[in-house]
């Protein structure tokens, strides 16, 4: 594979730990992704190739369990700096710890950045709203929209080069597409690719109408953090 005319835009159906090694170092603006929470070892590559493949100031934000962070806390960072989690609010759905009795309503993500911190990105918040969109219809694990759209809308510019490696139904490419950024995506199922594929066709080219192709007010979709 040859870089970038075989990676830029494009969604490469593979295994992310040998297809990311294709890519050159000091490339990549954001990585932006919801790796297998189980799949530890994922994570551990994932965190020693961002060091090389990010570029300086580039970012790195990875959704994750709670009941993994002590053990991914104990993988080594290379290059890359801990920023702090941000806390992702999921309004009107809840999780269920039944072994704790503990009922959820938020996900986490780890922010990390290769130096120097990149001081031309937007103010922002360790804390971002987001609802369901029905995006769990295409992947069982998918994420909602509006997280991803605010995510990408804060930490990048346009034009720059987001990577989400375990890239699922698309929903990083089609925020990317709306935000005029440009994607990689990698994901090892055929079925999800081809998915993928047919969901990149259909993003609208205005803003104000995303989300399932449904058309919905510009204000609803962009949802600002709060106070936690």
Excluded at 3 to 32: Q, R, T, W
Excluded at 57 to 71: K, N, R, T, V, W
Aim: include cysteine; aromatic fraction near 14%.
């Amino acid at each position: 594979m040859n870089y970038p005319e075989d990676f830029i835009n494009k969604i490469i159906c593979g295994d992310c730990l040998e297809v990311m090694e294709n890519i050159p170092d000091n490339s990549i603006d954001l990585i932006l992704t919801d790796p297998v929470y189980q799949k530890l070892e994922d994570y551990k590559f994932l965190f020693s190739i961002s060091s090389s493949i990010l570029k300086p100031s580039g970012q790195l934000i990875c959704y994750f369990a709670d009941m993994y962070l002590p053990d991914l806390l104990k993988f080594p960072f290379g290059e890359l700096k801990w920023v702090k989690l941000i806390v992702e609010r999921n309004v009107g759905t809840k999780g269920t710890l039944w072994k704790y009795h503990c009922k959820t309503g938020c996900k986490h993500a780890m922010w990390f950045f290769k130096s120097p911190f990149p001081k031309d990105i937007e103010w922002t918040t360790d804390f971002i709203y987001s609802k369901p969109d029905g995006n769990n219809v295409k992947h069982q694990w998918g994420k909602n929209y509006p997280s991803i759209y605010e995510l990408i809308k804060r930490h990048t510019h346009p034009n720059d080069i987001i990577l989400d490696p375990f890239f699922g139904s698309g929903t990083v490419g089609r925020a990317c597409k709306l935000l005029n950024r440009r994607f990689i995506g990698i994901e090892i199922s055929p079925e999800y690719c081809k998915i993928a594929e047919e969901r990149l066709k259909k993003v609208p080219k205005r803003l104000d109408k995303f989300i399932n192709g449904d058309f919905i007010p510009k204000e609803k979709i962009i949802l600002s953090g709060g106070d936690c």
